[in-house]
């Protein structure tokens, strides 16, 4: 079935510095790619998302590149602060007979050293 | 926009009853939600995409006689946990898109269950 795999599983770095986060996915023919921020004990909420079209987009302190080709994707945040501290998962679209569904990487648990 | 409402956000229950969790869409209209479940320090595990009129679709693993859905709106599914058990405890959360495949996902605030 589909698969998405997300590295590394924690990740700690120093405040300022950047940290990259990881993912492949199974399907060939997913063509969305959002990325998740979830904060302990409340609900995802989407940071940034990329679609099939496109190889890289920026927001700010947050890029997503996508590399259909290789079918993987990456979570770029620069110049890191404490509050980038959470739970990010990365997530990928799937569609069968017209259905579709998300499925979602292991998480990556980012640790901002101050 | 695209605000998605759960409840209850947690709730206590005895070993063997069964527990509603309602997801709702509040304004925008949901043909498709899904649910999730999730585990301490875990990913979401995708248990089934409830469909607005027909039949839920369910994961492999999961059972559909124990996790029952029911979306009877384009602005509402309903979980129901039939016979918990212990084992049933968990961190379960619904989200809506707008029935695009490439839109994205809107989460409610999540339910955690705990059954004594």
């Known amino acids: 079935g589909e698969n998405v795999e997300q590295h590394p599983s924690t990740l700690s770095v120093q405040e300022g510095d950047s940290a990259v986060i990881k993912c492949t996915y199974s399907?060939?023919?997913?063509?969305?790619f959002p990325w998740y921020k979830q904060e302990l004990g409340k609900r995802p909420q989407l940071i940034i998302d990329?679609?099939?079209?496109?190889g890289e987009k920026k927001d700010q302190r947050i890029a997503v590149t996508l590399n259909k080709t290789a079918k993987h994707f990456s979570l770029h945040i620069t110049e890191t602060q404490p509050e980038d501290s959470a739970v990010y998962f990365c997530?990928?679209?799937?569609?069968?007979?017209?259905?579709?569904?998300?499925?979602f990487g292991t998480g990556t648990r980012l640790k901002v050293l101050a | 926009g695209a605000v998605v409402s759960q409840h209850p956000s947690w709730v206590i229950c005895k070993s063997g009853t069964s527990v509603k969790i309602e997801c709702r869409s509040l304004d925008f209209q949901a043909t498709t939600m899904f649910w999730y479940r999730q585990f301490p320090k875990q990913s979401l595990m995708l248990m089934a995409t409830?469909?607005?009129?027909?039949?839920?679709?369910?994961e492999q693993g999961v059972e559909k006689d124990k996790f029952l859905i029911n979306h009877a709106s384009l602005t509402l599914s309903t979980l129901t946990v039939t016979s918990a058990h212990p084992e049933d405890s968990s961190f379960y959360i619904c989200?809506?898109?707008?029935?695009?495949?490439?839109?994205?996902?809107?989460f409610g605030n999540g339910t955690r269950l705990t059954v004594t």
């Open positions: 989200s809506a898109g707008r029935d695009r495949y490439n839109s994205p996902l809107h």
């Open positions: 399907d060939s023919a997913s063509n969305y």
């Open positions: 409830s469909n607005e009129g027909s039949k839920a679709t369910y």
């Open positions: 997530a990928a679209t799937s569609s069968t007979s017209g259905t579709y569904k998300y499925i």
């Open positions: 990329i679609r099939s079209n496109v």
